[in-house]
């Protein structure tokens, strides 16, 4: 039986309601557009547009109630409820709504800059698989029996505790999440109670939305003490970055602490002796207890860090490290994280989803160490997004590698001439290739490359398109470099 519009306020900040009604509900709706009859629909603010202006659309659809935090007036033809805060109380009415499904799972959540997607997934094959592990991440979602593809890293509240409630209907005991600083300041993540909360590492992006360094890290910080409605049992720290350092004088007394890190020797889990090879990399793992040699598929150091990440987690969540670790060499890998293009080329050919200039600047180094000749790199930056960020990719890209190709990545509404331009701020001069056509691009570069180079097409990763101007075609760099070395193959 559908709870009633009353039945779902609890925790909710109500500043007044009319409730003459009190109707049952049938779903939980924020886009008007799909408002059906029993529908409560939520009135959300955003940067682009305004719930609030849809609310007639939502009444003449069948809706039985608004929740909003405007004031509709006493002779509003429906029932609805003012809150002092609207996606708060969708966060907390999806929970209620969907029978609290996180308070029936081991949800682990893990944030930072880079990294959350393979140590999200990493985590996953190693405290139990797919088929057991619920996942929410950028590449997709695991809900126990089925496989959707992700249609955004942290989703709304809504969408949470839905798809968290299918993950507990189809037997998961554990779930782990990305947890984007977006996902937190929106409050997509409100009240979920999470088990482990991860920390990974903090560099510029999203400045474009959150302003500065110190808000953004603010934003991010709320996942470990409390203030996204519920305190974590334990948290994993990365206490090789500053502000994973940091953040360890926030945590709330009472949760346990996981620190891991390669450079930080007051680390709980660490890496010593780090090599890195074209194929594997190897190192000394150093954990309370013990000690063990591990040679891992996964290349670079920051992947390196991104294990230590998911065996802390594993530890945790009650795992011994020694039982985990059996599992790291059957792990496939993440589709568009270093992922190897092999078309029958003498040279190396990766593709990643590095996006920021310190992602960046990993990247190059990392395959600096295992590259014999020469490092070829193509990216571009995003549009409509942070601005501020596209010099430091460019230079970080030009300090790393030997040719640099500068095109297209997701323009969306800007121009890509505005979108070179600042990122010339770098240089000053034309020390880069600029190809607007990424796919043209793409091809000067792999007829650049000689044995023993490798070519990186950076910053589109598992991303299957290319977004301009409100269209969306299809573009997969791995399937766009395999037509492209078979074309040249063969004439």
């Known amino acids: ?215 953004y890290y603010e934003v991010k910080k709320r996942l470990f003490t409390g203030e996204t409605g519920s305190c974590p049992r334990a948290v994993v720290i990365n206490v090789d970055c500053a502000y994973g350092r940091r953040l360890l004088e926030d945590i709330p007394k009472g949760v346990d602490v996981i620190t891991f890190g390669i450079e930080a020797k007051t680390a709980l889990i660490r890496a010593e002796n780090v090599s890195l090879y074209a194929e594997r990399t190897e190192f000394d793992l150093t954990w309370p207890g013990g000690q063990v040699h591990v040679s891992s598929p996964l290349l670079g150091r920051y992947n390196v860090s991104n294990l230590l990440a998911a065996l802390a987690i594993a530890r945790a969540k009650g795992h011994s490290i020694e039982s985990v670790l059996d599992r790291v060499a059957s792990f496939p890998g993440v589709p568009g994280r270093m992922e190897r293009v092999d078309a029958g080329q003498d040279f190396n050919l990766l593709v990643d989803y590095a996006h920021t200039d310190d992602a960046l600047i990993h990247a190059c180094s990392m395959l600096r160490e295992i590259t014999p000749g020469r490092l070829i790199i193509i990216f571009g930056c995003g549009g409509d997004r942070d601005r501020t960020k596209r010099a430091p990719m460019l230079r970080a890209a030009l300090d790393g590698a030997d040719e640099v190709y500068v095109t297209s990545d997701n323009p969306r509404t800007e121009s890509i001439e505005q979108i070179f331009a600042d990122m010339r701020a770098a240089t000053g001069s034309e020390a880069a290739h600029y190809v607007s056509d990424r796919k043209h691009a793409i091809s000067l570069a792999l007829d650049c490359a000689k044995a023993g180079d490798c070519v990186l097409i950076a910053g589109k990763g598992h991303e299957a398109y290319q977004e301009f101007d409100g269209t969306v075609i299809p573009f997969d760099d791995r399937q766009i470099a395999r037509e492209l070395i078979r074309m040249k193959s063969i004439s």
Do not use: W
């Open 1 to 215: 039986m559908n709870l009633k519009v009353s039945q779902l306020l609890g925790g909710s900040e109500i500043v007044r309601h009319q409730l003459r009604e009190d109707s049952p509900v049938s779903c939980l709706i924020t886009d008007s557009r799909r408002v059906v009859p029993g529908a409560l629909f939520f009135a959300i603010g955003g940067l682009r547009t305004d719930g609030n202006l849809f609310v007639e659309e939502a009444v003449d659809r069948g809706a039985v109630a608004i929740i909003t935090e405007e004031n509709l007036g006493q002779h509003f033809p429906i029932d609805y409820i003012q809150v002092t805060d609207v996606r708060k109380a969708l966060a907390l009415v999806s929970r209620q709504f969907f029978g609290a499904p996180d308070a029936k799972l081991g949800i682990t959540g893990i944030t930072g800059t880079n990294g959350k997607t393979t140590v999200s997934m990493l985590t996953q094959h190693l405290i139990g698989g797919q088929d057991r592990v619920g996942l929410l991440g950028t590449i997709r979602y695991d809900l126990g029996k089925r496989t959707l593809p992700s249609f955004r890293t942290t989703p709304e509240s809504v969408d949470v505790y839905a798809l968290l409630s299918q993950m507990v209907d189809n037997g998961c005991a554990e779930a782990v999440m990305e947890v984007s600083s977006h996902g937190v300041d929106q409050k997509r993540t409100y009240g979920v109670d999470i088990d482990v909360a991860v920390f990974l590492n903090l560099t510029q992006d999203h400045i474009d939305y959150h302003k500065s360094m110190e808000s």
